[in-house]
């Protein structure tokens, strides 16, 4: 047996030991025209974090998009790659309607909402995580991770809203419970607020003293992927 697999197997083996934090945190887009970009990317409302060049050969920016733990970087002498060429870049949001509006009011060119139309990745949209068939409007069962809006920077690098109101199990810590903004929380405090409702007809339409906990328990285990409460 090589080293190689030897230690191959011993990492296989013990799931359960501590691992290092690796967080991404910086995704390089390629561009033509830095200034041209920079222009857009604060269109946006995305947060300036670095501009930093040296020389006339070298220049490095950094934007970070609201409630986002990672960054974009762009610049001369950044990346080889062919500018527009970085495609299915991800934003993910909780409010897929008022995502789009704030983009719109920026004057941002997006694409209407669209849902996937059945897994089909011989149609001929651009590529996105369910496939290359675009249906239009929102996904019809409002399902998490379903409904997407579509926009390109000014090199055409290609970005994708997409609606998650929760997660998948095992996609979160189920003892964190963390919201990037006021408006993601008052997101996920208005979808409780319907399903409380829903709760209260349960049982017979009665006033609920103890809807705090209620609404508690539901968001937690709507972040983490768990049964909602009834």
Do not use: C
């Not at 995704?27 to 020389?55: M, N, T």
């Not at 733990?69 to 909780?94: M, N, R």
């Not at 963390?178 to 009665?206: C, I, M, N, V």
Request: hydrophobic share 35%; charged share 25%; proline share 6%.
């Amino acid at each position: 047996m090589s080293s190689t697999q030897a230690r191959s197997e011993t990492a296989i083996a013990a799931p359960s030991a501590r691992k290092v934090d690796m967080k991404l945190e910086v995704v390089v887009i390629p561009v033509s025209d830095v200034d041209r970009a920079q222009k857009f990317y604060a269109s946006l409302g995305w947060r300036l974090d670095a501009d930093f060049a040296g020389g006339d050969d070298f220049r490095v920016i950094q934007f970070t998009p609201p409630g986002s733990g990672s960054s974009v970087i762009f610049g001369k002498s950044v990346t080889a790659a062919a500018p527009g060429s970085a495609q299915g870049l991800y934003l993910i949001v909780s409010d897929m309607e008022a995502a789009r509006d704030e983009l719109l009011r920026r004057g941002v060119a997006i694409s209407e909402v669209f849902h996937d139309g059945g897994g089909r990745y011989d149609g001929t949209d651009e590529p996105y995580l369910f496939g290359r068939l675009r249906v239009s409007g929102p996904d019809p069962e409002h399902r998490s991770y379903r409904s997407y809006a579509s926009f390109s920077d000014p090199d055409g690098n290609g970005w994708l809203l997409q609606e998650v109101t929760a997660r998948l199990p095992g996609r979160v810590d189920a003892d964190d419970t963390t919201f990037t903004s006021p408006t993601e929380l008052a997101a996920a405090l208005r979808r409780a607020a319907a399903a409380h409702g829903e709760h209260e007809k349960r049982t017979g339409g009665q006033y609920d003293v103890n809807w705090p906990d209620w609404y508690a328990d539901y968001i937690v285990a709507e972040q983490a992927g768990k049964q909602l409460p009834l």
